[in-house]
């Protein structure tokens, strides 16, 4: 599980919000070149890896961008106010060491706000809100700020590493859906067959699942797996009528996801990976999800319509600096995935 674990870390440690995936990318296309026969990135900026052979074509795709910031304003004093990029949930972000990512190399900075001891009792119970917080990175004024290569547009990260946990947990940021990477390239390793692989690491899923979108247009895939993380059930806070889902009991398997408004996975996707997890003793868990979707949405809707199925790994505290997951399930999201490509000819028709 070591190999798995510093993928993890390294693709979780690269700034990438959407739009600005450039580091992610680089990663991952010379990670590619090593597992398919050809790598290419196409206009919008999805890395395109594709292993040839027979058919069908299967397209394996997780997304490169996290959820981040961009500045938007530097006041006199040096302080920058900033835009969220992606689903952010206040009360997570304050008081979160960051990254500014200037032209001239990454600036530490802090997110702070008025703190409680001059608060008037009634904001002390009120969540404080994103536009009310602000990055102090030690500037002076705001020509010090510029000095530093700080204007409206830079991107922010936030500052966390990887670490683990006990029970073969890590914990870190952006494991959504860096997670999701990890296991697509390990599941590249595993794979046996000599059926067509395209293994796509998609653009700006967190900001409308553009890149899937563009992405599936070009490839045309028989038929797609997207490689992803799920909420589980099985923490303080999460009641068991939402989810049976835990950490630990294998890999989600989406049946369907934002009740129905993303995807409604086909009954031969359901059915072929669902059979190859019983086929390999691999556990598995069945997602039925209300809130939330995936590139699987705009996938599945390209063209005349492409076959799509999720392969999810648990993980808890999903868009924070503190997802968790475990090694265990991740690892075996990715030979369920090899194993499903094995046997994609089976459900979707082939030619060898």
């Known amino acids: 599980m070591e190999k798995l674990k510093k993928l993890l870390k390294e693709f979780s440690g690269a700034p990438g919000i959407s739009g600005y995936e450039d580091p992610v990318r680089e990663i991952l296309a010379k990670k590619l070149e090593k597992l398919v026969d050809e790598v290419e990135i196409d206009p919008l900026g999805n890395v395109i890896g594709i292993k040839k052979g027979g058919r069908p074509k299967v397209m394996i795709a997780a997304h490169m961008d996290e959820i981040g910031f961009m500045v938007k304003h530097v006041d006199e004093n040096g302080f920058i106010r900033f835009t969220p990029l992606g689903g952010w949930f206040s009360q997570v972000v304050l008081s979160q060491r960051v990254l500014v990512h200037t032209e001239a190399g990454p600036i530490y900075g802090v997110i702070g706000s008025k703190p409680p001891h001059v608060m008037k009792e009634d904001e002390k119970n009120k969540a404080i809100k994103l536009e009310d917080m602000f990055i102090d990175v030690g500037a002076k004024d705001k020509e010090d700020a510029k000095k530093m290569g700080i204007e409206p547009g830079v991107i922010i990260t936030l500052d966390r590493d990887v670490v683990e946990l006990a029970n073969d947990r890590v914990t870190g940021k952006a494991f959504d859906d860096r997670a999701g990477i990890a296991m697509m390239l390990r599941a590249l390793d595993y794979i046996e067959s000599d059926v067509t692989v395209v293994a796509v690491g998609t653009v700006q899923e967190e900001v ?85 979707t995936t590139d699987a949405t705009a996938i599945h809707l390209t063209k005349k319509g492409i076959p799509t199925g999720v392969v999810s790994v648990p993980t808890r505290y999903i868009h924070t600096p503190v997802e968790v997951l475990s090694l265990a399930d991740l690892k075996n999201g990715a030979i369920l995935v090899a194993r499903a490509v094995d046997t994609a000819g089976e459900y979707f028709g082939g030619d060898k």
């Not at 009991?249 to 669902?274: C, H, Q, S, Y």
């Not at 059979?275 to 999800?289: F, G």
């Open 208 to 292: 409308g699942l553009k890149g899937a979108r563009t992405s599936a247009f070009g490839v045309e895939p028989d038929v797609a797996i997207v490689t992803e993380v799920g909420i589980p059930a099985d923490h303080p806070g999460m009641e068991k009528k939402f989810s049976d889902v835990k950490l630990g009991e294998g890999p989600m398997i989406t049946v369907i996801d934002a009740a129905g408004r993303g995807l409604i996975t086909p009954k031969k996707v359901l059915e072929w990976l669902k059979n190859t997890a019983k086929n390999n003793n691999i556990p598995y868990q069945l997602e039925v999800a209300e809130g939330g």
